[in-house]
């Protein structure tokens, strides 16, 4: 059984920066991904990025490319989302998701998922 907590979504202004936290307990999979996801309302769940548990290998969409950092504390079974250079369009519900083997791009991949946390950027 794996548990998946995010925190750290605020209201943050264009522009600025903020760092998501996802603490994972239970078990964990090393040869896994953990990922995350948007999803503002009226719109599909969306990826962000990703980063493979054994190699540290990182994935981006296209939208946060160059603004999003993906980042894994080993020690403290943490995962992290920094972001940077935030827009009103970044405006969403970001979910944490782990799955167990390789890495993937889609929601149905992952089967282990957090509560989500409120990200709004002001204009």
């Known amino acids: 059984q794996v548990q998946l907590v995010e925190s750290g979504g605020r209201l943050v202004q264009g522009g600025g920066s903020l760092r998501l936290s996802c603490a994972a307990s239970?078990?964990?999979?090393?040869?896994?991904?953990m990922a995350w996801f948007r999803q503002a309302p009226g719109k599909e769940r969306e990826f962000v990025a990703a980063?493979?548990?054994?190699?540290?290998?990182?994935y981006y969409a296209d939208s946060v490319k160059g603004r999003f950092t993906i980042s894994r504390d080993n020690a403290k079974n943490t995962v992290y989302l920094q972001m940077d250079s935030l827009k009103p369009e970044d405006t969403a519900v970001y979910y944490c998701?782990?799955?167990?083997?390789?890495?993937?791009?889609?929601?149905?991949?992952?089967?282990?998922w957090g509560q989500g946390t409120q990200v709004t950027v002001s204009s």
């Open positions: 980063v493979a548990l054994s190699n540290g290998n990182t």
């Open positions: 239970g078990r964990t999979f090393s040869s896994g991904a």
């Open positions: 998701a782990a799955r167990s083997i390789g890495v993937s791009i889609t929601s149905r991949a992952y089967n282990y």
